[in-house]
């Protein structure tokens, strides 16, 4: 798991809150949960519980996985009571069943083999009723490898309560074995005008097509409902509805 999720999992708390727009998500995935009649949601790779909070305080029922401790370590102190699991998402043990399952920041993009990718739909769709769901954003190969050709190195510049902050991002094809890139990443605080170092990160990506995401999920038992254009941070994404 790189640094991202881990040491500066406080850190990425205090960025992504200025790169999501965590009301429009919550929105967006409300109107697919209302038109599926979903009450109960697992939230897979629920990061520091931003979604989940407004879940809660929708009324829905909710239980947060992640892998990462230092995240749901943030996620359990601005949502008190919430119901958290520490898992990885191609192992996933539970003993309750849920309307719907959700996956967002693009979090299937870290399962980099076919059989992983496989394997964690597989785990997800043991745990959903009959008829349920699971909706999750991932990188569209199509349109994600030109707009990385053309900005191979990224610069994102944020202002939080904590103070500002900037992040130096890098992306290095690697296709050997797929649409992936490998994503470097020099963290920053600006302190009297000045860039002090925080640290380095990597990470590897995937990206895919629709086409390698539908049979992925037929290979796990689940049915494709619908793919969706969704507009993100950085580069846009398609969502995807499949149903068990």
Wanted: proline residues 3%.
């Amino acid at each position: 798991m790189n640094k991202l999720y881990t040491e500066y999992a406080q850190l990425y708390h205090l960025m992504y809150q200025t790169f999501i727009d965590y009301n429009a998500e919550y929105e967006f995935y409300q109107e697919i949960l209302a038109e599926f009649h979903c009450k109960s949601i697992l939230e897979v790779a629920c990061g520091t519980g931003q979604l989940g909070r407004r879940l809660v305080d929708a009324g829905y029922v909710h239980q947060g996985l992640d892998m990462s401790a230092e995240m749901l370590q943030v996620a359990r102190e601005i949502l008190p009571g919430g119901t958290f699991h520490q898992q990885d998402m191609r192992h996933i043990q539970l003993v309750d069943a849920f309307d719907a399952a959700l996956i967002t920041a693009r979090s299937v993009s870290h399962l980099l083999s076919n059989p992983d990718v496989i394997q964690t739909f597989a785990g997800i769709k043991n745990v959903l009723h009959p008829g349920g769901i699971v909706a999750f954003d991932f990188i569209d190969a199509v349109t994600y490898i030109p707009h990385i050709q053309a900005n191979p190195a990224v610069t994102h510049v944020v202002d939080t309560p904590e103070g500002s902050f900037k992040r130096e991002s890098q992306y290095l094809f690697n296709v050997a074995k797929g649409w992936q890139c490998n994503w470097k990443s020099t963290y920053f605080q600006q302190v009297n005008g000045s860039d002090v170092l925080i640290g380095t990160d990597e990470d590897e990506l995937r990206a895919f097509t629709e086409d390698e995401m539908e049979l992925l999920l037929r290979l796990a038992g689940l049915k494709v409902i619908k793919f969706l254009k969704r507009p993100s941070y950085a580069y846009d994404t398609k969502v995807v509805i499949a149903q068990r």
